[in-house]
């Protein structure tokens, strides 16, 4: 008997420890949050191609990043420049941050400013830093070299050509 009365105390501890066991637990947790300063981007000179001559046959001039002219075809660059520059922008934002650049995929008309009708395309922009690297806001800002390529046509009307509306360049953080 003494066996069974042990038995039951024995049982009827192990249930007891289950009915005040723990069901439900609680921790505690911070919540915070960084906010950095916002991407921005501002122009700071226009792309300008600078003087060209064109001929009977088509041609192409090349303004790169850097400034640098080259040409195809009928073109020809002549040793008075004028204004060469391309776009240069201000990129400025959280310093160490990278940034991804959006370029122009389509051709930007220049329009003859005072022959209607006659125009140039300039299309396949280029960017340092470029477009596949992206930028890096090195002390929060950087320095952002736009150029294109100029399509002139054969026999182009000598005169100043401009665009209309400006052509967008958009910069966001990676």
Not at 46 to 57: Q, T, V
């Amino acid at each position: 008997m003494k066996k069974v009365l042990s038995l039951m105390v024995i049982i009827s501890a192990i249930f007891a420890g289950k009915a005040v066991a723990q069901t439900s637990a609680t921790a505690t947790a911070n919540a915070s949050a960084t906010v950095i300063t916002p991407i921005a981007i501002v122009k700071t000179l226009d792309l300008n191609f600078g003087i060209l001559a064109s001929s009977p046959i088509p041609g192409t001039l090349k303004l790169s990043p850097a400034g640098v002219r080259t040409t195809t075809g009928g073109v020809s660059t002549l040793s008075t420049t004028g204004t060469v520059t391309p776009a240069i922008f201000s990129v400025t934002g959280e310093s160490g941050f990278t940034y991804a650049i959006t370029l122009p995929l389509i051709p930007v008309v220049l329009n003859h400013t005072t022959l209607p009708g006659a125009f140039m395309l300039a299309a396949a922009f280029t960017s340092s830093p470029s477009v596949i690297t992206g930028g890096v806001l090195t002390g929060g800002s950087q320095a952002l070299n736009v150029g294109a390529t100029l399509f002139v046509g054969p026999n182009q009307p000598s005169g100043l050509y401009t665009t209309n509306i400006p052509f967008p360049v958009t910069v966001n953080y990676n």
